[in-house]
Nanobody
């Protein structure tokens, strides 16, 4: 059974930084694409950043140049380094092991990030 456990969220002032971690259980971590998503009340969950099994990355326009996604396959962990945080980055952040037409995706439980002075 796959479990994804996020950590690293919290309260930070505007302009500050946080690093989120997502530790995955189960085998074969390295072959799956991973993503970070976020959601605020009343809005749809949106993709923030993604990373393929080969290490290619993509970002939402709103976070380009500020956020960096990375993965450590030896630790079965994906990270999201968030710099220059803004109040509009406030959300619950979710980690996802991406699915495909052949297999399902899995979500973590989410971690709250609050950017406020």
């Amino acid at each position: 059974q796959v479990q994804l456990v996020e950590s690293g969220g919290g309260l930070v002032q505007p302009g500050g930084s946080l690093r989120l971690s997502c530790a995955a259980s189960g085998s074969g971590f390295s072959i799956y694409a991973m993503g970070w998503y976020r959601q605020t009340p009343g809005k749809q969950r949106e993709l923030v950043a993604g990373i393929t099994s080969g290490g290619s990355t993509n970002y939402a326009d709103s976070v380009k140049g500020r956020f960096t996604i990375s993965r450590d396959n030896a630790k079965n962990t994906v990270y999201l380094q968030m710099n220059s945080l803004k109040p509009e980055d406030t959300a619950v952040y979710y980690c996802k092991r991406e699915g495909s037409t052949s297999y399902r995706g899995y979500w973590g439980q989410g971690t709250q990030v609050t950017v406020s002075s």
